[in-house]
C-alpha cells in the first residue's frame, strides 16, 4: 500500500525538479539562447536553431547578430523572403554589418533579383573594401546578367584578396572564355586545377591543346 508519506516524498521530488529546471530556463541570456541556435544550426537542428535565435531576439530585441543567424537558418531552409527580412532587420539594427548585406545580396541572387543583389553587394564592399566574398558574389550577379566584363573585373580583384581560392578562377575563366579569351581562359583553369579543383581539367583537356 502507498502510504501518504511516499505520496508526499514523491511529490516533493517532482515538485523540486520542474521548480529546478524552471529556475534554470530563466537563467538563460540572450547569449546563451544564440549560443544554443550556433550548436542546433550545427547539429542541422533547423527548427530548434530558429527556435533559439526566435528567444534570443525576444529578449535582446536590438541583437543583429541573432536576426542575421536566424536569416541564415531560413536561407538553409529556403524560406527565402523569411531571410530576407531578417536580414534587413539585422542591416536596420547595425548598417556597418558587410555579412548581412551580403548574405543578402546572396539570397537576392538566389530569386534572381540581380538589382538588388549587385546594390547589396556594393554596399558590403564600401563598408569592407578587402570583403573578398562580395567582390565574388557581385562578379557571380554580373556574370548571370552576361556582364561578363564587370564580373571579370570583380572576380579579378576577389583574386587579389584572397589568391587561393580555386572557384574564383575557375569562374573567371568561363567569363574570359565567354568573352573569346581562350588564352586567359586556359590560364585560369590551370590555376584552379594546381588549386585542386578538379572539374577543371575537363575544361583544360576539352578547350586548351
Not at 524552471?22 to 541556435?37: M, S
Request: glycine share 2%; with cysteine.
Amino acid at each position: 500500500m502507498i502510504t501518504f508519506t511516499k505520496l508526499l516524498i514523491s511529490f516533493l521530488i517532482l515538485f523540486t525538479f520542474h521548480i529546478t529546471n524552471y529556475c534554470w530556463a530563466q537563467k538563460l541570456t540572450a547569449e546563451d539562447y544564440f549560443n544554443r541556435g550556433l550548436n542546433n544550426f550545427d547539429k542541422e537542428n533547423y527548427s530548434e536553431a530558429i527556435a533559439d535565435f526566435t528567444k534570443a531576439i525576444e529578449i535582446n530585441p536590438n541583437y543583429a547578430e541573432a536576426y542575421y543567424k536566424r536569416g541564415f537558418v531560413y536561407d538553409t531552409k529556403e524560406n527565402y523572403s523569411q531571410a530576407i527580412s531578417d536580414y534587413t532587420k539585422a542591416i536596420e539594427i547595425n548598417p556597418n554589418y558587410a555579412e548581412a548585406y551580403n548574405s543578402r545580396g546572396i539570397t537576392y541572387t538566389i530569386i534572381q533579383n540581380y538589382t538588388q543583389a549587385i546594390n547589396d553587394y556594393t554596399d558590403a564592399i564600401e563598408i569592407n573594401p578587402n570583403f573578398a566574398d562580395a567582390y565574388y558574389n557581385r562578379g557571380n550577379a554580373y556574370f548571370d546578367l552576361t556582364n561578363y566584363f564587370e564580373a571579370i573585373s570583380d572576380y579579378t580583384k576577389a583574386i587579389e584578396l584572397n589568391p587561393n581560392d580555386a572557384s574564383v578562377y575557375y569562374i573567371r575563366g568561363f567569363a574570359y572564355f565567354l568573352t573569346n579569351n581562350l588564352s586567359l581562359a586556359c590560364n585560369d583553369w590551370q590555376k584552379a586545377y594546381q588549386l585542386e579543383y578538379k572539374s577543371a581539367l575537363e575544361l583544360i583537356n576539352k578547350h586548351c591543346k
